[in-house]
């Protein structure tokens, strides 16, 4: 998702959790892979629900043009994989271990690729470590 400094500086033993936010399931990826639903991947795709904070002029501009208030931010199949393993109780380098676990050489590097998305969803304010 991104480069990010932080990312180097993630603690594999701290624990990433989603912060509440609006998502929702979109389509599957069909993905024949018994063993992603063992490890608590649904193998579809998550959609991000952010609800867009307009200031008056915003506001104004945005009712003349009929944008939408809430945008939409779909995450590809990996970022969908990862956002289903963050549940509060993995630890980021069990997480990681799943995910090469699962989709093997098109994850590698792992421990980077995985903490450099978490980073981005940091930044977002989607999940925070504990």
Not at 2 to 18: A, E, Q, V
Not at 23 to 33: F, L, R, V
Not at 79 to 102: A, H, K
Request: some cysteine; proline content about 5%.
């Amino acid at each position: 998702m991104g480069d990010n400094i932080m990312s180097s500086h993630i603690d594999t033993n701290s624990i990433p959790i989603r912060v509440p936010c609006l998502w929702e399931y979109g389509n599957s990826y069909d993905t024949p892979n018994r063993i992603l639903g063992d490890n608590g991947i649904s193998d579809r795709q998550v959609v991000i629900i952010i609800q867009k904070e307009f200031n008056r002029f915003e506001w104004l501009l945005a009712r003349l043009t009929g944008a939408p208030r809430l945008l939409r931010r779909p995450l590809d199949r990996l970022n969908s994989g990862l956002w289903d393993l963050i549940d509060g109780d993995r630890t980021l380098s069990e997480i990681i271990q799943i995910m090469e676990d699962c989709y093997e050489e098109e994850i590698i590097p792992a421990r980077q690729r995985c903490s450099e998305s978490i980073s981005k969803l940091i930044e977002l304010n989607l999940v925070e470590l504990k």
